[in-house]
Nanobody, 119 residues
Framework: QVQLAESGGGLVQPGGSLNLSCAASGFIFSTYDMAWYRQAPGKQRELVAAITSAFTTNYADSAKGRFTVSRDNAKNTVYLQMNSLKPEDTAVYYC?????????????WGQGTQVTVSE
């Protein structure tokens, strides 16, 4: 059974940091590209950062210089280190896995973790 379990969200003051984790199981993690998305109330879900199976990274403009995505294939986990957080970073953060299952493009999503940046 495929599972993506995000953790590490919470309430933080502006300028603070959080480190999100997404623990994966039920598929061959090392072969999948991983990404973090977020969705704020009333807004569409948007890509925040991604890391491919080859460890190539990509960031949204809003995340560049503040967020760092990484992965540990030995632990089947992808991380999102978020620094210098702003109120506009408030959203539910989702982990996504993209790869192939029996040659069919396949995506898996986690349930999300809430990040709130506020005084």
């Amino acid at each position: 059974q495929v599972q993506l379990a995000e953790s590490g969200g919470g309430l933080v003051q502006p300028g603070g940091s959080l480190n999100l984790s997404c623990a994966a199981s039920g598929f061959i993690f090392s072969t999948y590209d991983m990404a973090w998305y977020r969705q704020a109330p009333g807004k569409q879900r948007e890509l925040v950062a991604a890391i491919t199976s080859a460890f190539t990274t990509n960031y949204a403009d809003s995340a560049k210089g503040r967020f760092t995505v990484s992965r540990d294939n030995a632990k089947n986990t992808v991380y999102l280190q978020m620094n210098s957080l702003k109120p506009e970073d408030t959203a539910v953060y989702y982990c996504k896995a993209a790869g192939y299952l029996r040659w069919t493009p396949t995506n898996y999503w986690g349930q999300g973790t809430q990040v709130t940046v506020s005084e």
